[in-house]
């Protein structure tokens, strides 16, 4: 399957705050209200989920949401292909994970970003860069939040002030800018 028959079958858009193609595909009827340390108090529906598509090229570019993000691999044009997702700690602590579903080679189908962290991602292959270009490459995942992801909670990150926070991963988070 192409990339674009994944974006046509899913009925996915460009995320334009991000990069990417997405589709929001869940939204509890559930209500929580929850009351900022100001004591402001917003609505909140209790969990949102999504479908989320890189390609060859595509960034999520480095960004933060006010809760957890569970991220998770579903699906990839060849089985060499996952996802680089960095996540960075408020402190600068960083990790790589590598969501896929190739446990053998320390891939995971999971991962939740705690909230308030950095994060970004982007496409690998097991075979290298030059694999990714040469054949349309893509993957699939979805990510889940709790309460619900709002657009007014997403803070887009300055990939260049966020390496300077985690340099042991400064590389890896200016390519997703």
Not at 17 to 22: D, R, T
Not at 26 to 48: C, M, W
Not at 81 to 110: H, M, N, W
Not at 151 to 177: H, M, Q
Request: glycine share 10%; hydrophobic share 40%; with cysteine.
């Amino acid at each position: 399957m192409t990339k674009r028959e994944v974006i046509e079958n899913l009925e996915l858009h460009p995320l334009e705050i991000e990069g990417g193609f997405f589709r929001e595909v869940y939204r509890s009827r559930t209500p929580v209200e929850i009351t900022a340390p100001d004591g402001e108090k917003n609505a909140y529906a209790a969990s949102t989920s999504i479908y989320y598509l890189l390609g060859c090229g595509d960034v999520s570019s480095m960004h933060s949401v006010k809760f957890d993000e569970t991220w998770h691999f579903y699906a990839s044009s060849d089985t060499g292909i996952f996802v680089d997702l960095i996540v960075v700690s408020p402190a600068g602590t960083g990790r790589c994970v590598k969501l896929g579903a190739r446990l053998e080679l320390g891939q995971v189908p999971q991962f939740t970003v705690p909230a308030g962290h950095w994060m970004g991602a982007r496409i690998d292959s097991v075979e290298g860069a030059g694999h990714l270009e040469n054949n349309g490459a893509w993957a699939l995942c979805g990510a889940t939040v709790a309460p619900s992801f709002e657009y007014s909670d997403f803070i887009k990150g300055n990939a260049f002030e966020i390496a300077k926070l985690c340099p042991e991963f400064a590389a890896e988070i200016l390519k997703l800018k």
